[in-house]
């Protein structure tokens, strides 16, 4: 899916997934797909990113997601006070504690984006 839609935009991409069958549950792997889908999407449409880093690997305890991009960047306190423009940002945030994962993320104006998602390995919380 990753390659798919940056392909589109001919955005460069780094692309490292481990396996994860048997590490995380089909329902918290679906919450972890949709994360990845909508932060794709926002670069493809916000970023202006000319390159993607996305890296899932296994730590002891967790599945830990890096996404990150060269793009514009924003301003994390702006971002606060317009709800609505975070809004993706929130279901990211939402869908991650679902699982009962952390998510986190840091931006600056003229410096990228960089998320960071962490979520049990072989736990379901629905």
Known sequence: MVNKL??????????DICELDEVIENESGLDLYRI???????????????KVTLKVYLTNKYV?????DDGIGFD????????PGGFGLFNMSERTKATGGKFSF???????????ILIPKNINHR
């Open 6 to 15: 940056l392909d589109k935009f001919d955005i460069k991409r780094e692309v």
């Open 36 to 50: 990845i889908q909508e932060a794709t999407n926002n670069i493809v449409k916000h970023s202006g990113a000319k």
């Open 64 to 68: 830990q997601t890096e996404i990150e």
């Open 76 to 83: 994390i306190r702006k971002l606060k006070e317009n709800i």
């Open 106 to 116: 840091e931006s600056e104006p003229g410096k990228g984006t960089k998320i960071k």
